[in-house]
């Protein structure tokens, strides 16, 4: 049996367009290094006790009390252990990671609940971009964008974007024919049946995609520190390999505060929202 | 002319339709289609005209294409061929935009499931239509308002679908489809999904509200009683072909085959007899000016106990019994004015119902006096009439 030459195949692909396709590159890390600068500027702005208040004020009005004194508790556990600026980069790569993602897999999940090649054509890269390790697409978004919080962010959104497409299109073909033949025999045109019909009642499939995103987000931006992602991921990196266990312990717990209130806040819709 | 005219429609289900077509123009049948090109012919050849003003019922079990054709009425479902004209107009010849028009404005679909937005509250379902119209919002909640006050949902403008009865749903589906004050209503098994008492008040009010609108309906239904009770014609379908067009007096008394026959059969036929149907001549009645000495006679001739009396033009202006007919005779009376009964004479219209007449044919001895909507009698109804009627249906029933 012969040697398939796939991997050569594929260095030979990354270093193609690494060479000629700089400029893109270039394009894309500015576009996304100004993203995360503009959020992380925006959320060091003020300091950590406003935003405290802020994000358990919203959790109070979306997901109720409890979640609420959850929220600020828990973020004044972050500050108690001196990780606030560590929690506000990570918070600020999620964000950046989940807004690109649900840009590009939103229309992408409406256009493959529409189109059915479009579908059949995106599964397989689908179920490629969830499975693939993800260490394995580290190496080549640094060899594109160098190392920092760039390519972070870019593994960060394949591995992400998956479940807000895959949650679109379920949500739109979910809604029962009757209500689209409803639409239809009203005169709707079709951007009245996206937005008055389909994108109301698959909102809250959506939102459990959008959920599903956020939280993939998180998890791979502690691997993404591997790359120079920097915030916590870094705290627990740094820990990990210099066994200090506390230093990692630490981190590794300011995550999962974040992990849950990012869970509850975007959960809370779904729930009791009518 | 008639406000649509369907002409050979046919929808076929499958890989290549034109070419089912094709074989069914050579003759080949349903069947033959389905094995050999794998094709379903869901409508075959339904020729049909509504007039304006008419509540038209397609009736047929399910699989009959009765579903296929209302949608392809305001081409949800795309015909494979034939025409729909809708006031000289063919839709099938109509583009995109022309008919999105057509659906905003000449027909609305009442559903089956009522097909309302959970996500919004009843008065903003009702807006739909007119909001993908552009209508104005102010206008279009007036208007909503309205078409909801029609229906008898007032006050439940702001409530969710999900807090309503099946029942009310429809109603806000009705009230969805009168607000854009359609010229053809397209109802699809509207009532199929509601429970039976539910059902039928829905019929009546249906019956009520249209005869104030006079919309032309196009009515799906699987339920014949419903099809007799609210359509002026009813087209009954089989396996995608049309078996009868006809009155629901002519679809009963003149099934087409046996297969409307069998149907016709479970209809309860007592629901449709009415006060018209089952009357008979009086044998004699008397005239208020007449005298007691006449009248006396009239009852010793005919052997009867009791006499209609009526006025001028034959209105009904009540009995008289032979005892004070004797009586009055003693006392020389010159009319009989004086020993008129107007109470003790039941009344009825000529479309009573029969089951509404038994009660009072059965408990009184004065025969049941036929009138139509100005008093004048046009007949009566005994308590042997009645009986006979329904003891045929009886007899039609075991047959």
Not at chain 1, 207 to 233: E, F, K, R, T
Request: proline share 4%.
């Amino acid at each position: 049996m012969p040697r398939i030459m796939i991997g050569k195949l594929f260095e030979g692909v990354v270093d193609y367009l690494r060479v000629s396709w700089k400029v893109v590159f270039l394009g894309i890390r500015d576009f996304i290094e100004t993203i995360i600068d503009f959020i992380e500027y925006g959320l060091s702005y003020f300091p950590f006790w406003v935003l405290a208040i802020v994000i358990a004020l919203i959790a109070y009005k979306r997901a109720g009390k409890g979640i609420a004194a959850f929220s600020l508790i828990g973020i004044l556990f972050i500050e108690s252990m001196d990780l606030w600026s560590e929690a506000v980069s990570t918070l600020s790569l999620i964000i950046t990671a989940t807004i690109i993602a649900l840009l590009i897999g939103i229309p992408v999940g409406i256009l493959s609940a529409k189109f059915e090649l479009l579908n059949k054509i995106l599964r397989p890269i689908l179920d490629l971009m969830q499975t693939m390790p993800a260490f394995v697409y580290l190496i080549p978004s640094v060899l594109f964008f160098r190392i920092g919080p760039v390519p972070a962010v870019f593994s960060t959104i394949i591995f992400a974007m998956p479940p807000a497409i895959r949650l679109t299109d379920l949500g739109i073909r979910q809604v029962p024919t009757e209500l689209i033949e409803a639409g239809e025999s009203f005169g709707s045109l079709w951007y009245q049946m996206l937005f008055k019909i389909q994108l109301p009642l698959a909102m809250p499939t959506i939102m459990a995609g959008i959920n599903q995103c956020i939280m993939l987000a998180l998890s791979m931006v502690v691997i993404a520190s591997m790359i120079g992602a920097g915030g916590l991921g870094s705290m627990v990196l740094t820990g990990v390999s210099s066994l200090k266990v506390g230093m990692a312990f630490e981190g590794g717990l300011a995550v999962v505060v974040i992990a849950i209130i990012l869970d509850r806040l975007t959960q809370g819709k779904s729930g009791n929202n009518k | 002319m008639s406000k649509l005219v369907i002409n050979n429609l046919f929808k076929v289900f499958g890989a290549n339709p034109k070419l089912a077509i094709k074989l069914i123009r050579e003759g080949k049948s349903k069947g033959r289609i389905l094995k050999e090109a794998g094709m379903t012919v869901a409508v075959n050849d339904v020729s049909f005209e509504v007039e304006e003003g008419e509540t038209f019922v397609i009736m047929g079990l399910s699989g009959s294409g009765k579903s296929t054709i209302i949608r392809c009425l305001n081409r949800l479902i795309e015909p494979t061929a034939g025409s729909i004209v809708l006031d000289g107009e063919d839709l099938l010849k109509m583009n995109r935009k022309q008919l999105v028009e057509t659906r905003r404005t000449a027909m609305s679909m009442v559903f089956q499931n009522f097909a309302l937005l959970p996500n919004r509250t009843v008065l903003s379902n009702t807006e739909y239509g007119l909001e993908v119209q552009g209508v104005k919002s102010l206008e279009r909640k007036e208007l909503a308002k309205e078409a909801l006050k029609l229906v008898g949902l007032e006050g439940y403008e702001d409530s969710y679908p999900d807090q309503l009865s099946g029942g009310m749903k429809q109603r806000v589906g009705l009230a969805r489809a009168l607000a854009n004050d359609p010229e053809i209503l397209l109802m699809d098994e509207a009532f199929s999904a509601l429970d039976p008492l539910i059902r039928r008040d829905m019929q009546d009010e249906l019956v009520d509200l249209q005869e104030k609108m006079k919309k032309t309906i196009i009515f799906i239904t699987h339920d014949l009683d419903e099809a007799l009770k609210i359509g002026d014609r009813i087209m009954l379908m089989k396996d995608g072909e049309v078996i009868q067009i006809g009155k629901p007096e002519e679809i009963l008394s003149n099934p087409a085959d046996e297969y409307v026959e069998r149907f016709v059969q479970g209809v309860n036929r007592s629901d449709l007899l009415t006060a018209k149907d089952i009357m008979v001549k009086p044998w004699t009645t008397v005239t208020e000016n007449q005298g007691p000495r006449f009248a006396l006679a009239e009852c010793r001739k005919y052997g009867l106990e009791s006499l209609l009396v009526t006025g001028s033009g034959r209105v009904v202006a009540g009995m008289v019994t032979i005892d004070d007919i004797k009586k009055a005779v003693a006392e020389g009376q010159p009319s009989l004015q004086q020993i008129i009964r107007a109470e003790d004479v039941n009344r009825v219209s000529l479309d009573t119902n029969i089951n509404d007449i038994i009660e009072p044919a059965l408990e009184s001895s004065v025969p049941v006096a036929v009138t139509d909507s100005d008093g004048r009698l046009k007949g009566v109804i005994i308590k042997s009439n009645v009986l006979r009627a329904l003891m045929q249906e009886r007899s039609d029933d075991n047959a």
